[in-house]
């Protein structure tokens, strides 16, 4: 089965910097790889959504990067602000697979003022 | 409606009874999943429907969980004889067309509390 691990569970940055989140998937590669926001007693909402033949999308200050040879994506967010403190997921799919999207376990991102 | 909405928020239940969740999609989204959420732990899936049928029912734990879409719309996650491990967040989304390319829309989650 896929297995995804985000780079850690918690990342403090300073306002002003740029945050870098990992998302790595093992045995099959994805079709899509999405990363999705979670506030505190909300669902996730959807930021990004990148394909296995895109290297890099970019949405005002987010990019990310999908490696499929590394089998990894990068999430940025670049000017951090206080604001962009939430939980970070990614989700990938394998269409062979299924119709569903899985979750990896998500990091907690704190930017401090 | 304009987003994808989810009842009841909370749920407070006793050990051995039934509960229903219920979600109202995004209309005109074809494509609706539930997932849930425990405690720390990321998103596990439950299960998929493609307008009424539900191609992909692997993700649901036991016999006790169960789920219907009727119309094309609104869906109920039902549990029957709740156990405490049942206790999480339960998710439900939606996307326009099928595999979320677009990506999902999810309601607010019903908080489901088995004492």
């Known amino acids: 089965s896929q297995k995804i691990e985000q780079n850690s569970e918690a990342l403090n940055i300073q306002e002003g910097k740029t945050a870098t989140l990992t998302c790595n998937y093992t045995?099959?590669?994805?079709?899509?790889l999405q990363w999705y926001r979670q506030d505190p007693g909300r669902g996730p909402v959807f930021l990004l959504l990148?394909?296995?033949?895109?290297k890099e999308k970019r949405k005002e200050r987010l990019k990310v990067t999908f490696d499929t040879t590394l089998k990894q994506s990068l999430f940025h967010i670049t000017a951090s602000q206080p604001a962009d403190s939430a939980t970070y997921l990614c989700a990938l799919m394998v269409p062979d697979y299924g119709q569903n999207f899985v979750f990896g376990p998500g990091t907690r991102l704190s930017v401090l003022p | 409606g304009a987003g994808v909405s989810q009842s009841p928020s909370n749920k407070v239940t006793e050990k051995g009874k039934d509960v229903e969740l219920r979600c109202d999609p995004i209309s005109g989204h074809t494509a609706l999943y539930w997932y849930r959420q425990s405690l720390g732990q990321g998103l596990e899936f439950l299960i998929y429907?493609?307008?009424?049928?539900?191609?992909?029912k692997s993700g649901l734990p036991s016999d006790r969980f169960s789920a219907e879409r009727t119309g094309g719309s609104v869906s109920t996650l039902t549990i029957q004889r709740t156990q405490q491990e049942d206790s999480a967040v339960y998710l439900c989304?939606?996307?326009?067309?099928?595999?979320?390319?677009?990506?999902?829309?999810f309601g607010s989650g019903t908080r489901l509390t088995v004492v």
């Open positions: 989304a939606s996307s326009l067309v099928k595999g979320g390319e677009y990506g999902y829309t």
């Open positions: 429907f493609q307008g009424n049928s539900a191609p992909d």
């Open positions: 045995n099959y590669s994805p079709a899509y």
């Open positions: 990148i394909r296995e033949n895109e």
